[in-house]
């Protein structure tokens, strides 16, 4: 069953423009991951924050954690059309050690 | 070159066939994990390793056999093939760290094998 259920679905923006996307999750977690994935790619590790951490930054990458409402959000400044990918959040729980927990992602279309 | 290598990148079959994914990774990682990727369904972990000759179910395993007799690699074998078995298989690795807290690392992934059932 998905842990983390993203929104939204797809994200069309112009160039330039920020892109925020969010990710929910059900159960306690010890981190929680962003990653993306281009197009007939596999997918690339963006960010990890920890359960104790509400804010991270990597970059144009801003991740936000807010454990008392299970979600997380991803937030991509001045977006570039190499922006475009699909994101997914991933979750880290606790007592399952290596595994993690992927949701079902967020197709990002940046245009010029 | 390092990294987490699949092959075949593409491979067709019929129903019934045997078919073996392979998965190499370089960074002798710990942690190794079998993934499918359907429309709708996002990811979905089929097995995963801890080290070799250690191997545990994910979450749909049926129809489907792993084995880690070496560390760099970890082949995912479908028995007999069936067409709900179509999709895009992912392989990825990921350290062991020692502390249970922070454990949940990263993991790289390979790019993919697109696999069709006739």
């Known amino acids: 069953s998905q842990q983390g259920e993203e929104d939204p679905q797809a994200l069309s923006i112009q160039e330039g423009e920020n892109a925020t996307m969010n990710c929910s999750y059900k159960?306690?977690?010890?981190?929680l991951q962003w990653y993306r994935q281009n197009s007939g790619r596999g997918l690339v590790h963006l960010i990890l924050i920890r359960s104790n951490e509400r804010e991270k930054h990597s970059g144009r990458l801003r991740v936000t954690l807010d454990t008392s409402k299970k979600s997380s959000s991803l937030l991509i400044t001045a977006s570039r059309a190499a922006d475009t990918a699909s994101y997914f959040c991933a979750t880290g729980n606790t007592g399952t050690a290596s595994k993690l927990t992927f949701g079902t992602g967020t197709r990002l279309q940046v245009t010029l | 070159d390092a990294g987490i290598t699949q092959s075949p990148r593409y491979k067709i079959t019929e129903t019934g066939r045997q078919v073996t994914l392979m998965c190499h990774q370089t960074w002798s990682h710990s942690y190794m994990f079998w993934y499918r990727q359907d429309l709708g369904h996002g990811l979905r972990l089929i097995y995963y390793s801890a080290a070799a000759d250690i191997t545990d179910k994910g979450e749909v395993p049926d129809g489907y056999v792993v084995s880690r007799s070496k560390t760099e690699n970890f082949p995912l074998t479908l028995e007999s093939a069936t067409r709900s078995q179509t999709s895009v298989y992912f392989c990825a690795s990921s350290e062991r760290r020692a502390s249970n807290v922070y454990s949940n690392q990263p993991q790289h992934f390979g790019d993919g094998t697109r696999l069709s059932i006739l």
């Open positions: 159960t306690s977690i010890n981190n």
